[in-house]
């Protein structure tokens, strides 16, 4: 869900549910502890060197039960955020959240509620890792690149990391 439309669902909410995908709710007495915009600049099995750029919101439970944030705090948290980062942009929002470690979630908005689904590690490479098309799933993530790199190129002249170069 793009930052724009987290916006548009707060300003038309009176309390702020967020469900885990497997139903269970996350206790009424969060607290927003972060808003970030995030840059990850890797490069994948294949050699690609990507960036992904998102905005971040960490939740956290305290044992303030008495605590409840409203969908406006909340507005004007974001708001702060743009005022102190600059402008966000209309980018994805990613939630962190830790039930028993801390997980990375998309957000969605389902009914009166915004639902945390499960983010899903992929292969960004997989036409270059010897997986067949047939075996891709046809939502594969695209995520954008600026050049490609050979891997090959990157290997040192020792031979370390070669079969037979003992590094692994």
């Excluded at 050699?47 to 992904?52: H, P, Q």
């Excluded at 047939?134 to 594969?140: G, L, N, Y």
């Amino acid at each position: 869900m793009k930052l724009s439309a987290v916006k548009d669902h707060l300003e038309a909410m009176l309390d702020l549910p967020f469900v885990l995908d497997n139903g269970d709710r996350v206790p009424d007495h969060f607290h927003v502890t972060e808003v970030g915009l995030i840059t990850r600049h890797f490069i994948d099995c294949g050699g690609t060197a990507r960036k992904e750029r998102q905005v971040n919101f960490q939740l956290w439970v305290a044992q303030d039960e008495d605590h409840r944030l409203k969908p406006q705090k909340l507005l004007r948290i974001i708001e702060l955020s743009e005022q102190t980062l600059g402008p966000l942009e209309d980018l994805e929002v990613e939630v962190e959240y830790q039930a028993e470690t801390i997980g990375r979630y998309q957000l969605e908005f389902e009914g009166n509620a915004f639902r945390l689904v499960a983010k899903r590690t992929d292969c960004l490479a997989k036409d270059q890792c010897g997986i067949p098309a047939d075996k891709m799933p046809a939502t594969a993530r695209q995520a954008s690149h600026k050049s490609k790199v050979s891997l090959a190129a990157l290997s040192s002249d020792s031979g370390c990391c070669q079969p037979g170069g003992g590094c692994c």
